[in-house]
Every structure is written in C-alpha cells, then in structure tokens.
C-alpha cells in the first residue's frame, strides 16, 4: 500500500481526496426517533480510536461534511478532537441517511479549492457510495482492501479514495483509488 500512497502523493494539486466514515456504533433505542439515537458504550470508544488512527496516517480532511442525526454529529464531537482542529465543518439535514447518488452530488458540486472532503454518514448510501467509487484494483494490495470493502462496511469503518482530478465536478464513479480502508476491529488499542 506504501507504493500507492507514494505514487499519489506525489500528484499534489492534481488530486483530489474523499472520505466516507460511517457513525459509530448507537444505541437502539425504541422510544427515540431514529435521527436522534446516541451513541453507546462501544461507539464512545470506536469514534476516538479512528480519529487518532486517521491522525496517524495524516487523513486530515479540510472540509467535514456530518449529517445532522444525533449519533453523526457525537462521532465527529469525539473524532475531531484527534485531527488537527483546521477543518471546516458543516452539519447537512441532506446527509441524514443520503442515498449515494446525493451523497455523490452534494461532493461533486464542492468548490475545487478544497482539496479533501469527509462525508459522515449513514448507510446504506455510505456503502453504496463507496462501492459505486472504486475503481478496477491497479495492484493486489488495493484489490484486497476493495475486497474487504465490499464485504462489509460496519459503523465508524472508513474509506479514501484519491481521485486524480483537480475539479470536484470530474470525479467519476469507478475512478477512485481505494488507498485505505479500515474498520474499528482492525485497529489496534
């Protein structure tokens, strides 16, 4: 994976980088409305633990876009604190369980200064969102992290894709370089 992350690095300006992560793990709660179901025990844990593994490989998206539910919004309160604070960030109702092709059309109409955006949401669009933007695997270390995307995407997993564009409006679905993909399970304590 090294190899790929070099590769595209070097692209600078010419790329574009978009992260999908889903919430975190919530409560199931009967008497809550579903937009407003929290986190648990296990979410509170996970959503730090991927904001310090995204920290740690340098993920630092400039713009957040978070869907309003309540278990997105306490995900981002516990995995922004790990980044590095520069990010804007911006609460959309249009997230709040987006198919993919919203989630596709809201990143596509972003303003081509931005060089990376974080989608926080829901699946199943999240998922679908990802799967639809994966390319054909260019080596056997994306084809196995497209393999493990394609088999599950659980809460507060994430996804980046680097798009070799410069304008948000020509990323295409099956163009996107699958550069990581990680799951709370996978990361160590």
């Known amino acids: 994976m090294g190899h790929i992350r ?23 709660d009967e008497a809550r409305k579903d937009k407003d179901r929290p ?16 920290h740690h490989r340098h ?3 400039a713009l957040v876009l978070c869907s309003t539910a309540k278990r997105t919004v306490e995900t981002w309160e516990l995995l922004g604190p ?6 804007d ?22 303003d081509d200064g931005v060089s990376s955006v974080l989608v926080l949401g829901h699946n199943p669009g999240l998922e679908d ?10 080596s056997t ?9 394609r088999t599950k995407f659980p809460t507060c997993a994430l996804a980046v ?15 996107g370089a699958l550069i990581d993909y990680a799951r709370p399970k996978g990361l160590a304590d």
């Open 89 to 110: 960030v911006r609460f959309l109702d249009s997230l709040y369980l987006a198919p993919d092709k919203t989630i596709e059309k809201i990143v596509r109409s972003l």
């Open 59 to 61: 993920y630092l998206p």
């Open 161 to 175: 894709f680097d798009f070799d564009v410069t304008d948000w409006v020509k990323i295409e679905r099956g163009t």
């Open 6 to 28: 070099a590769a595209i690095q070097t692209r600078g300006a010419e790329m574009k980088r978009f992260f999908l992560l889903r919430h975190a793990k919530s409560l199931r």
């Open 141 to 149: 270390e994306e084809r196995k992290l497209n393999d493990e995307l």
């Open 39 to 54: 986190l648990n025990t296990r979410g509170r844990n996970d959503a730090p633990r991927m904001g310090g593994y995204m």
């Open 129 to 138: 969102c990802a799967k639809a933007f994966a390319r054909e695997p260019a």
């Open 82 to 87: 790990e980044l590095d604070g520069t990010a």
